[in-house]
């Protein structure tokens, strides 16, 4: 069985749709928890994404390449800003557009817009930049990685079941 693009982009924009749909129905039983907007906004950022990206062909390279790199790194940007809040933090508003605004700059250079390798690594590397600077500022926060805040009990004896005669009971 071979998966081919339109269809794995199918897979991931509902898949994305679908998660960003239930981190908002979180953020609703759940509003003190802020930082379950922007993840969800990422993820329903991300669907717009693989919408945009299968329907190349179909549609003008400027929304098909242009914007919609524009909102993947918009995705990532608005993960960042959620994970930053996750750990008590402020949200870094222009370091989620940064990447966005980068790539859309970019794009007005006709080499670099006509190029799809440079374009493929450039719009790689700045979704890649929110991720690893998560994961640096991660490396050793006490908000990623807790202790425990208690240790589990461990059943007595007498909890446990007793040992049967082999027969069973009706």
């Known amino acids: ?15 994305s749709a679908v ?11 759940h509003r003190e928890v802020v930082a379950l907007i922007p993840w969800a906004l990422a993820f329903v950022l991300t669907a ?8 190349r062909g179909a549609i003008p390279d400027i929304w098909s390449i242009l914007a919609a790199n524009a909102i993947l790194a918009l995705a990532y940007g608005s993960m960042w800003s ?26 007005f250079s006709d080499t670099f817009y006509t190029s ?29 990685f ?9 059943p007595s004896r007498s909890a446990c079941a007793q040992p049967s005669s082999g027969r069973a009971t009706a």
């Open 1 to 15: 069985m071979s998966l081919d693009l339109v269809s794995a982009l199918a897979i991931i924009g509902f898949a």
């Open 146 to 154: 807790p202790a425990p805040a208690r240790t589990m009990p461990r």
């Open 82 to 107: 959620g994970s930053r809040m996750f750990e008590g933090r402020e949200p870094h508003v222009l370091g989620a557009f940064l990447g966005a605004l980068v790539w859309v700059l970019a794009c």
């Open 116 to 144: 799809a390798a440079a374009r493929i690594t450039w719009s790689r590397s700045t979704c890649a930049r929110p991720i690893s600077s998560r994961a640096w500022a991660a490396r050793n926060s006490p908000a990623c």
């Open 48 to 55: 717009v994404f693989a919408v945009l990206v299968g329907a």
């Open 19 to 29: 998660a960003g749909g239930l981190l908002l129905i979180s953020w609703l039983h």
